[in-house]
């Protein structure tokens, strides 16, 4: 049985419960409007995979036991959808760890469940509105496995951890839209993610900052009220998200606000993802900084339900490092930092909103820990495989309430590094589960473009969904229960497929980009000298890159020929993938000519001469454009134009 996250606690009994169009979805009067929502998804769950469409009615479900209906003043074969405030599992049942329930009991309970299958009725009863959402979702998924036949059972549940969360990044060139956010709420929700956020600097169209946004097709005040009631009605909490110290390139080269840069002198050059990256935080002392924040906050705040408020406040690369460089040495960068951080809170704890920060300048500078307000969530990140768990332990021992956040691995590449992303996760779990954490928030960024597609993240995301609501199921869920459950993919094989096809490239985006800055004669900053990039493409591997070309193209066709068996629903996932294994597979073929023809060294031979290798990547590029244009704005399409046609206009010189 494949159920994703698996429960804290399920038993199998005897006899299956059959669906029919006989079936009634009986709402208890305990259920709200958006109940019945959750019940008509549930009924097109049922004519989707068992063939049935029962009617949905509502009454007063009497019956006071945990055992199915029985009695002759109903009709059997029943679905009940219930709330009770006694439903769910106790704070020491099932596998949840005593440390994290006990921070959180009150809140998740509010998401516990019970669902009872005996084969009159099925019966879910849920703590509220998300528990007995994610109780349907549960039932949806026990459909997909049996169809019409669903066995006995009795599950009880409830998560680990009290919030759940995705962040998408819609900032760095690609700006979706509202049915691809939408669609991601859908698929979050169906596996009980109950926060979404949305990593914003310029692409929102602040009224009074068009010379801000104007390149990016922003989201509007309009979209974001929408996805936000969207989200609501599915246990999904959108969180605003917005850089307010640093990354803020677009604001800090801007005419109306550059005099806010902590630069002393606004550099005159080309636009690079390197520079844009890497520098442009705002001056920390000027109050008019901290004005400016303010107005976009404010402006921002009425369009989310929700209490919180994600600051950023990560990477301050620039901090101290101008126009307040004596000041700083003075009384020292982090006293700057924690300065212009508690003006913003304190802004926050005035409009009653609950502030979330980025750690990492914090453990950069552990001394102003102690000053960070303790009703401060501090979201903790770490991305590599082998996480180390002092930061974890440093922000626990301060008091402060933390959120783990791992990443699905795909910034700077042009397909997630699954295995990078599930070491990743399940490293944070643990830490998570051993340092009480209150939520995990598992990161999507778009590094250098975001020319990866939404597709390569949908595994690390479902990985981080099963393992933030069930702690102790490490390794779960695997990927051929995600082949199942979320493609319909029987053979169980296309996420292993997809993690062997993403374990390939020895030259990915990151290289291709900054072989291409350097060929311009772009400054290319703290990623690193034209000598220290030519020497890193040096040092990769011809022949393991001409070895790789060939394994993608087998692994594409393998991944192709499974693509009938996918859910129609699923389909365009596997679209983008093969996308992005064709655009992988010409970027070996790059590393081959630009180690022969350029570096002059051996190359193992080339794949295709440089005329014919621009010709192809015209011809990748063209279908890339579809890709993104399916799922996203306009937006920043342009700047990986620039850079794809440039390397084209590179190979044709050659």
């Known amino acids: ?61 009497t019956d006071d036991t945990d055992t199915a209906l029985k009695t002759p003043a109903y009709p059997t074969n029943l679905i009940v959808l219930r709330k009770s405030a006694r439903s769910g599992v106790s704070a020491s049942a099932g596998k949840a760890p005593s440390s994290a329930v006990k921070a959180t009991a009150d809140s998740s309970a509010q998401q516990a469940y019970k669902l009872i299958v005996d084969p009159d009725a099925i019966v879910i009863t849920g703590t509220g509105s998300s528990g007995l959402y994610y109780g349907i979702q549960t039932l949806r998924q026990l459909i997909r496995n049996s169809g019409a036949h669903i066995p006995c059972l009795n599950i009880e549940d409830r998560p680990s951890l009290e919030y759940r969360g995705f962040y998408h990044d819609t900032t760095r060139g690609k700006v979706p839209t509202t049915e691809t956010l939408k669609e991601l709420a859908d698929r979050l929700s169906f596996y009980k993610i109950n926060q979404l956020q949305l990593y914003m600097e310029h692409s929102f169209a602040f009224r009074d900052h068009s010379e801000i946004w104007t390149d990016s097709d922003p989201l509007t005040a309009e979209e974001i009220l929408i996805l936000d009631e969207y989200c609501r009605k599915r246990s999904v909490e959108l969180v605003p998200s917005l850089s307010t110290f640093g990354h803020l390139y ?21 636009f690079t993802w390197t520079d844009r990256m890497a520098h442009y935080t705002l001056d920390a002392s ?23 408020f994600n600051i950023c406040c990560d ?85 402060l309430k933390q959120y783990v956040c791992p990443g699905v691995q795909g910034w700077n590449r042009l397909l997630n590094d699954i295995d990078t992303a599930t070491a990743n996760i399940g490293t944070l779990a643990g830490y998570a589960k051993e340092y009480d954490a209150v939520g995990m928030l598992n990161t999507d960024w778009g590094d250098f473009g975001h020319i990866n597609l939404l597709a390569g993240s949908i595994p690390g995301a479902i990985f981080g969904a099963g393992l933030s609501w069930n702690l102790d199921r490490q390794g779960h869920p695997t990927d051929e229960e995600i082949s199942v459950m979320e493609y319909g993919d029987r ?36 990623y690193g000298s034209a000598e220290h990039i030519m020497d890193r493409l040096s040092a990769l591997d011809a022949a393991a890159a001409k070895t790789a070309y060939d394994r993608i193209k087998e692994l594409t066709g393998e991944i192709s020929s499974l693509l009938r068996d996918i859910y129609e629903d699923r389909k365009n996932d596997i679209i983008e993938i093969i996308c992005a294994a064709d655009g992988l597979a010409l970027f070996q073929a790059l590393l081959l000519v630009i180690k022969e023809k350029i570096l002059d060294k051996p190359s193992a031979g080339l794949i ?15 279908g890339y454009k579809a890709k993104w244009r399916s799922r996203n704005k306009e937006s920043e399409l342009f700047r990986i134009k620039e850079v794809i046609m440039g390397i084209c206009g590179l190979l044709r010189d050659i």
């Open 1 to 61: 049985m494949v159920l994703i996250p698996f429960p804290q606690k399920l038993e199998e009994s005897h006899g299956t419960f059959r669906i029919s169009d006989r079936s009634l979805i009986y709402l208890d009067t305990s259920c709200d409007y958006v109940d019945f929502e959750a019940a008509l998804v549930l009924q097109s769950e049922i004519l989707r995979f068992a063939g049935a469409k029962p009617a949905i009615t509502r009454g007063k479900y």
């Open 608 to 622: 295709f001469s440089p005329d014919e290798l621009a010709v192809k990547l015209e011809y990748w590029f063209s």
């Open 286 to 308: 000027a109050p008019e900084s901290l004005e400016f924040v303010r107005q976009m906050i404010d402006e921002f705040i009425p369009l989310f339900t929700s209490n919180k």
């Open 315 to 399: 990477e301050t690369f620039d901090l101290g490092k101008g126009k307040n460089s004596s000041l700083a040495a003075e009384i020292g960068e982090c006293k700057l930092y924690l300065y212009f951080v508690r003006g913003l809170i304190e802004h926050l704890k005035s409009r009653k909103k609950k502030v979330m920060m980025w750690g990492d300048i914090l453990l950069k500078y552990p001394e102003i820990i102690s000053e960070i307000p303790k009703n401060v969530v501090i979201l903790n990140w770490n991305y590599a495989a082998d996480a180390n768990e002092d930061g974890f332990r440093k922000i626990s021992e301060s008091g």
């Open 491 to 526: 053979s169980g094989r296309i996420v292993g497929l997809i993690r062997e096809l993403s374990q390939q490239p020895v030259m990915d985006w990151y290289d291709v980009v900054l072989w291409y800055y350097v060929s311009c004669g772009y400054d290319t900053g703290p």
């Open 250 to 270: 677009h604001a800090l080269i801007s005419r109306s606000f550059r005099h806010l840069n902590e630069y002393d002198k606004i550099p005159e050059r080309p």
